[in-house]
């Protein structure tokens, strides 16, 4: 089995690195040191090119094959070495993958046990999704929020077409859960959206048709994000962003990481552990549950149920919290 190193890279990604093909000259063992590299970070991933900024100057690069098939991706810092000065034609090359602070992970399904990196260093994520056209749907937002704690990101919900439907019941759902929630409609000021992107790096996930791009548009003027139209008899969005995107704020407020819609969230890759974790107030709680308590609705003598009981938790909070717990635990058996 392959053990994970820092920066995605696993020792599967280097067991031939040293080791001459056949009929190739014989290579070194020792391995080249690109500590005095020039730094970059990753922007997006196109057909096996990577575009990186440097110093404000944006680049195409290729990646040193020791760093594996899916060792580099968006938003991460890397070392480049090669033709930094970003002229067309020119090719730098992607040598390392410098310490990630986070990875956003996702499997394709609940039974599949490959987890895909999507982002990495961000530090917020940024759940859109539409109160109609598409319609919201509860479980994805719960899955994409798992998802969130596991990663150690600072979750925000941003509701979209608010002048479609009412935003209440949605935020009365999540309130209790006491993340910062934000509704929008086409036009409307930003202000509230700014202010919680500013000096962050937020990554934003969604269903296709939610809006995500139009929304990026707004924050960012001449970014020009494909965007599209909801399928009426399905109800779901068609992809128009087909690859993950990190893009700077106007006046250095911060990044954002525009990602393609997303119809499943897998969790296979996630603990109950890290839900729970994610909230200090409830895993503190919980040191007085049984061994292998799951806290979902009906555990038995759930340290969560005694507390609501005597007065120490609020009922609305346990309630979100086990809606979302249930997420994970509704995965299939194996998954």
């Known amino acids: 089995m392959s053990r994970r190193l820092r920066g995605g890279v696993t020792d599967d990604d280097h067991e031939g690195f040293g080791r001459p093909g056949r009929g190739s000259r014989p290579r070194t063992k020792d391995r080249p040191d690109y500590s005095d590299a020039a730094e970059a970070i990753v922007v997006t991933i196109d057909r096996g090119r990577y575009r990186c900024l440097h110093e404000g100057v944006p680049l195409t690069a290729t990646k040193a094959r020791a760093l594996g ?3 580099v991706i ?8 090669g033709d930094l000065s970003g002229d ?17 992970r996702r499997t394709a399904d609940d039974t599949d046990p490959f987890e895909r990196p999507i982002v990495a260093n961000a530090d917020q994520l940024v759940i859109v999704t539409a109160l109609a056209d598409p319609p919201p749907r509860m479980g994805m937002i719960d899955r994409i ?10 979750p925000v919900l941003c509701l979209t077409k608010e002048d479609l439907a009412p935003a209440d019941e949605l935020i009365a759902a999540y309130a209790p859960l006491e993340i910062p929630i934000v509704a929008v409609q086409p036009g ?29 548009n707004a924050l960012i003027p001449g970014v020009d994000r494909a965007t599209g139209e909801v399928n009426e008899v399905t109800g779901r ?3 128009t ?19 393609p819609g997303v119809r499943s969230f897998g969790l296979s890759h996630v603990t109950p552990a890290s839900i729970v974790a994610a909230f200090p ?14 806290h979902a609705t009906g555990a038995p003598e759930c340290a969560l149920d005694v507390a609501v009981a005597d007065g120490r938790l609020a009922p609305e909070r346990l309630e979100s919290f086990r809606r979302m717990e249930g997420a994970w635990l509704d995965r299939p058996s194996g998954g």
Request: glycine share 12%; charged share 25%.
């Open 241 to 259: 962003s087909t690859s993950a995107v990190a893009l700077e704020l106007p006046d250095d407020a911060g990044w954002v990481i525009d990602t």
């Open 69 to 71: 098939r899916k060792g």
């Open 188 to 216: 409307a000021d930003l202000e509230a959206v700014r202010g919680l992107l500013r000096g962050r790096t937020s990554v934003l996930v969604g269903h296709s048709g939610v809006g995500k791009s139009t929304l990026v």
């Open 145 to 154: 929020l798992v998802a969130a704690y596991d990663a150690g990101l600072d």
């Open 237 to 239: 969005g068609r992809h």
């Open 74 to 81: 968006v938003g991460d810092r890397v070392r480049v070495v």
């Open 88 to 104: 067309e034609g020119t090719l730098a090359r992607v040598v390392e993958v410098l310490p990630r602070t986070t990875v956003l």
């Open 281 to 294: 107030d409830l895993e503190a709680l919980t040191a007085d549950c049984p061994r292998g308590c799951t």
